[in-house]
């Protein structure tokens, strides 16, 4: 069996996470199953916004073909990097457990943004952040910085930017988050859509593979992350769009999403929270997606 994923560090951190839990449910499989570093577009430009060069989907084209064509058996993708459309013949059906999604303020002076310096340089290619930043601090500076995660944090250090922000996931999968950084709450900056949560694609028709990765699916992380992308694909919403949503359990029966809209630069937005029975999570993504784009409608940026 073969596990495609793509080259950083963080999506071999979660591909290796794969499989160990495969061969840990299926001891079977020890010796059995690889991983295959598939360099996907997304790649390839690292100057650019994903918004400038086509979007989210340029982390997945590739591995989607490798998976196609039966160069591999089974993908595993950041789920917040995955788009609402998948090609066809082609399904996620398996949700590892979600991980914490708030983001993490990257700075060496202080633990909070309202209390950033003036005009600071913030690294990030994030509309979504930049967007809610600019909310809150309309004199900030933006500019664009990617890179793995790594690479990031050191432009912080360097002083090439005063901060960045980084989902705090990926930094507990590397296992180098530090305390003294400030994990902001959803009050604050509202995450991406399936942020935090690893999803594994297969091909439809693959009933073998479908038995064997089974096991792994955590059905609560299934259902926010079906609610929140639910919420996505009403908006049809992409790497050009500010958009944030956290779906959230309020107990054993009903499930509480908040969504939000915003122009680029931060100057109009849109939130709504609203909670739904779990028999109804996926119409509540539904419902909240149309009643924000019947709220912005008359801006010019969400058409």
């Known amino acids: ?8 560090p963080l999506a071999r951190a979660q591909a290796e996470e ?29 100057k650019s ?16 073909e490798a998976l196609i064509d039966k160069r591999i058996d089974l993908a595993v993708h950041s789920m917040k990097d995955v788009p609402t459309n998948l090609p066809s013949g ?30 600071s340089k ?20 933006i500019t664009i910085i990617r890179g793995n995660i790594g690479s990031r944090i050191s432009k912080v250090m360097d002083g090439q930017v005063d901060a960045t922000l980084l989902a705090y996931a990926g930094l507990h999968r590397l296992g180098i988050y530090q305390k003294q950084w400030s994990i902001l709450s959803p ?7 399936a942020q935090g949560a690893i999803g594994i694609e297969r091909r439809e028709n693959d009933e073998i593979t479908a038995q064997v990765v089974k096991s792994l699916n955590c059905v609560e992380s299934q259902i926010r992350i079906s609610t929140e992308r639910a919420f996505l694909a009403t908006l049809e919403g992409s790497c050009r769009m500010p958009i944030g949503a956290l779906a959230e359990f309020v107990d054993s029966k009903v499930i509480k999403l908040r969504g939000l809209i915003a122009d680029p630069d931060g100057k109009s937005h849109y939130e709504v929270e609203r909670t739904a029975l779990l028999s109804e999570a996926e119409t509540l993504g539904k419902e909240l997606g149309f009643e924000l784009k019947a709220q912005s409608k008359n801006n010019l ?3």
Not at 1 to 8: D, E, K, L, Q
Not at 19 to 45: C, E, M, Q, V, Y
Not at 57 to 63: D, N, Q
Not at 110 to 119: E, G, H, I, R, S
């Open 1 to 8: 069996m073969r596990i495609g994923t793509r080259g950083s």
């Open 18 to 46: 794969v499989l160990n839990r495969l061969i840990a449910a299926h001891p079977s499989l020890n010796g059995n199953i690889f991983i295959d570093i598939i360099k996907t577009t997304g790649d390839k430009f690292l």
């Open 49 to 64: 916004s994903l918004s400038e060069i086509g979007g989210k989907g340029l982390f997945t084209k590739e591995i989607e």
């Open 90 to 119: 082609l399904v996620i059906d398996c949700i590892l457990p979600r991980v914490d999604p708030r983001d993490v303020l990257i700075t060496t002076k202080t633990n909070n943004v309202k209390d950033l310096p003036q005009y």
């Open 122 to 141: 913030i690294g990030t290619a994030s509309l979504r952040r930049k967007a809610q930043l600019l909310r809150s601090r309309p004199d900030l500076e």
């Open 187 to 193: 009050e604050e900056m509202l995450p991406a859509v």
């Open 301 to 303: 940026w969400l058409n």
